[in-house]
Structures are given as C-alpha cells and as structure tokens.
C-alpha cells in the first residue's frame, strides 16, 4: 500500500503492525533514524494545526529527514497548477507528502498522481493519524484493546468516523453516540459493522449518550464546530450537541476506571468541562504526545512497504 489517506484503507494485521512500530519509536525514537536522510517531507496544510503539524514535523526529524511547510498560498495550486501536475513534481524531490485539506477527493487526487507516499494529516470526512495514536494511548493505558468499550460522544465528524473505523479493525465494543443529524456516514456505519463482526466487537449507534458510556472504558468526544464547518451553523451546533457534553456526571455513569479522551483543540465548557479535561482521568494531553510516534510508526511503514493495505 503506498499511501495512508483513511483508516479503511488498513487491514486489521497492519493496524497491529502500527501500533507494535509505534510503540518500538516509544521505547528508542532514533531507532530508524537514517531512513529519510537527505530526503524531505513537504507538509502542505490548508488549515490551522498544532499537534499534527508540529508531530510531523517531529516525525520525519528523528528519522532523518527534513520537514518542510507549506500554507496554501505558498504553492501555484491557487494561480491554477493542477494537483496532479503538483504531486508529480513534488514526487521527483521528496519522500513523502502530508496534506491536510478540506475535500476528501483532493488528497485521492493527489495520491492518485504523486509517486511516492501520500498521508492524510486531516480532511473534512478523515483524520487516520489521531486514530492510531488514540488506539495507541489506549493500549497504553489499559494494556490491550480487546474488550474494552470506546464511548464517542458528540459531532459525529472526522475524529469519530476514523476512531470508530480503527477500533472496529482492533475488535473493540465501540458506542457511538450523537445527536439526529449528526451521525456518522452510512458507509462509515457500514465498514465499522462489517469490521465489528468479523473481528469480534459490539457497535451500538445511538442518540442516547447515556446509553452509549455504559460500561465504556474511554469516553470520547471531539469540537462541536469542525475546521471548515461553516461558522453561520454555530448556535445550531450548539443547541443539538449541548446534552452530549462530557461532565463529571456522565462521566461517572461510565466504568470506575474509565478514561477521557479528546483529540483537541479543547473547548472547556462547550464539548468537555474543564473538572474532566483537566481531571485525573484524561488522557487527552497522552494522546498528543503519541501523536509523533504514530506517525513516525506510520511514515516508517510507508516507506519501507510494510503495510499491506486492503485487497
Ligand atoms: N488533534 C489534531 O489533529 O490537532 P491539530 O489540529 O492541532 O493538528
Ligand atoms: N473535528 C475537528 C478535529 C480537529 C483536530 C476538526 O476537523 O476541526
């Protein structure tokens, strides 16, 4: 498999493979640390990012290489250079290429004509490299993912889709919980079920957060507005996503040893409150952290064809 532009595009086996490099970058981070020398990483972001671009960044240093970043108006895309006249031209310099960007169809198009690898660093409908390092941050906390239950709560956008869709491929009970409306997409829906039987999960998709942090061991939830979800949809955001805030009362309907989780940017008072994102029993500034050997773990794959991609 060339690139990593969602989490479908796994199969359970190279899941697993990703988090055993991922967790090998953990124990020694300068164990590959040649593979890119005198290579470079463009990392082209359409929109803001901290985490993902700083880990990248981070990622392809300690395995040799040199990031390279690039807003959107840095490149001729704008002046009307193609995509696909884009990839091919970045394909003759470096070893790889980041995007993050708003139509999902943007970066298969670039994948499509680029030669080299292409990683998805976030688009409207995806956002793989946060699932891995948040399947990551479980197993390291709990021990293992078998058996645990993933409660979702809130927008049901790029982070639940991804999340949901890997800790399917893991064989993790996953609850799924948002307002009518905001769902995730049906085939989404349909590859977390088909994934969830054949490797020996739950899924419950309901409207009832309640219901759905029953027994979880991670309650989960995300920003009610989403990059590039138009602001005019704010206080109707709002209104439907105010009863899925994560408090300590929800929080406490979920196991005794349940943790939070939050891909972040947080925001105290809207989706979380600040007694749980600050509490204890979050791991969201964990999941940051396990951000850089995710995607060190999924570079390293990448480049050294060790994922084998789906049939
Ligand atoms: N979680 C995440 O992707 O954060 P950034 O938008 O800061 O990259
Ligand atoms: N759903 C959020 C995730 C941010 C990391 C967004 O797309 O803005």
Known sequence: MKDLLHVTDLTTGDLTRLLDLANGFQDDPRSASHLLAHRIVPMYFAKPSTRTRLSTAAAVTRLGGTPIAIGPDELQLRRGETIADTARVMGSYAAAIVIRTYADADVTDLAAAAPIPVVNALTDGHHPLQAIADL???????GQLRGHRIAYV????????SLMEAAALAGMDIAVATPPGYEPPDEAVAFTAAEVDRNGGGFLLTTDPVEAVKGASVVYTDVWLSMGDPEE???????????????????????DDAVFMHCLPAHRGQEVTP?????????????????????????????????????
């Open 154 to 161: 809130g927008d049901g956008g790029n982070v639940a889709r």
């Open 275 to 311: 007694g749980v994102i600050d509490g204890g029993r979050s791991l969201a500034f964990r999941q940051a952290a396990n951000r850089l050997p995710a995607t060190q773990a999924v570079l390293y794959a990448l480049l050294t064809d060790r994922l084998n991609g789906r049939p």
């Open 136 to 142: 990551l941050t479980v197993q390291e906390h709990f």
């Open 233 to 255: 949809d704010q206080a109707r955001r709002r209104k439907a996503l105010t009863p899925y805030r994560v408090d300590e009362n929800l929080m406490a309907l979920a196991r």
